[in-house]
């Protein structure tokens, strides 16, 4: 089974600062993908970044990039220029390509992010 | 694309009443569909896995009989709360995997208060 762990139940921010959100993971596997996804007060689940476990460069995606340290089973999220419509929580999760449990998203706990001006 | 749209977005019932959430995928079909229940502040937990023309799946601890889950079509997935109770309360998204098969789409969610 895989599990998923954020270390970090709230950060906070200055706006147009940056900050890195932590989360590592484990496994057996090495086909996977890995996410992050924003929840912001809405509550509408948004995708954030995703990187594929095979691919060794690390994803980016305008202001958020992550950092994947596939031996460490490490997939932070760094947000540069932050900005106050960042404020949402912010979830890691782990999906499995192949198997039985193909498709399962596994989530780590959540870190409230709030940006402040 | 790969939308998915859940109605209600918010639902108020009266304890022994049962509630049914719809999900639909607007634009593709989506064999499997996932139901998650979320307290505040806390993660998405995964209740069961729809999928159509079969049984779901229910994850340990989740109430078959409480939670029915039916995925009649390659659209539509539906949870409906069976003799709701207080403890109920709480909210509920659905999801789905994308045509792409390298992620997921999620509903907005709604949310239960059983009064």
């Known amino acids: 089974a895989q599990t998923v762990t954020q270390s970090q139940p709230e950060m906070s921010v200055q706006e147009a600062e940056t900050v890195t959100l932590s989360c590592t993971y484990d496994?057996?596997?090495?086909?996977?993908?890995l996410f992050w996804y924003k929840q912001p007060p809405s509550r509408q689940m948004i995708l954030v970044i995703r990187?594929?476990?095979?691919?060794?460069q690390n994803a980016t995606e305008n202001r958020f990039s992550v950092n994947f340290q596939k031996a460490a089973k490490s997939f932070s999220l760094k947000i540069s220029d932050s900005q106050l419509g960042d404020t949402a929580m912010y979830f890691c999760?782990?999906?499995?390509?192949?198997?039985?449990?193909?498709?399962?998203?596994?989530f780590g706990q959540g870190t409230i992010l709030t940006v402040h001006p | 694309g790969a939308v998915v749209s859940q109605h209600p977005s918010r639902v108020i019932c009266k304890s022994g009443t049962s509630v049914k959430i719809e999900c639909r995928s607007l634009?593709?079909?989506?064999?499997?569909m996932f139901w998650y229940r979320q307290f505040p502040k806390q993660s998405l937990m995964l209740m069961a896995t729809?999928?159509?023309?079969?049984?779901?799946?229910?994850e340990q601890g989740v109430e078959k009989d409480k939670f029915l889950i039916n995925h009649a079509s390659l659209t539509l997935s539906t949870l409906t709360v069976t003799s709701a109770h207080p403890e109920d309360s709480s909210f509920y998204i659905c999801?789905?995997?994308?045509?792409?098969?390298?992620?997921?789409?999620f509903g907005s969610g709604t949310r239960l208060t059983v009064v």
């Open positions: 634009d593709f079909q989506a064999t499997t």
């Open positions: 999760a782990f999906m499995k390509r192949g198997g039985t449990s193909y498709g399962k998203l596994t």
């Open positions: 999801s789905a995997r994308t045509p792409r098969g390298d992620g997921y789409t």
């Open positions: 990187q594929e476990a095979y691919k060794q």
């Open positions: 729809s999928n159509e023309g079969s049984k779901a799946t229910y």
């Open positions: 496994t057996s596997e090495n086909n996977y993908y």
